[in-house]
Nanobody, 123 residues
Framework: QVQLVESGGGLVQAGGSLRLSCAASGRTFSSYGSGWFRQAPGKEREFVGAISRYGGNTYYADSVKGRFTISRDNAKNTVYLQMNSLKPEDTAVYYC????????????????WGQGTQVTVSS
């Protein structure tokens, strides 16, 4: 079992940057692949990116590729989402998730979820 708490959300102007953090507690964090998802008002939750258990592999949704970077520090039990060149369409609640798989994409492959953090990008 692992508990996840996101932080770092806020209001930023278009073109700006934010870094989200996801702090994990419970079972050894390196046992889990991790991912970030987001959900805009009136839309389904969508995949943003994922990172493998030890950080050796990452992949991203096309909409954020080249702008967002996922990293992790297992010594600190934390996963990060660095978001650069933000656009108004990036506005959403961002969720951190953990999977018992080495790495995963689809939402239903994730076993644990944080409560989310709001990111708002103004134009």
């Amino acid at each position: 079992q692992v508990q996840l708490v996101e932080s770092g959300g806020g209001l930023v102007q278009a073109g700006g940057s934010l870094r989200l953090s996801c702090a994990a507690s419970g079972r050894t964090f390196s046992s889990y692949g991790s991912g970030w998802f987001r959900q805009a008002p009136g839309k389904e939750r969508e995949f943003v990116g994922a990172i493998s258990r030890y950080g050796g592999n990452t992949y991203y949704a096309d909409s954020v590729k080249g702008r967002f970077t996922i990293s992790r520090d297992n010594a600190k039990n934390t996963v990060y989402l660095q978001m650069n060149s933000l656009k108004p369409e990036d506005t959403a609640v961002y969720y951190c998730a953990a999977t018992n798989l080495r790495i995963a994409g689809p939402l239903d492959q994730y076993d644990y979820w944080g409560q989310g953090t709001q990111v708002t990008v103004s134009s």
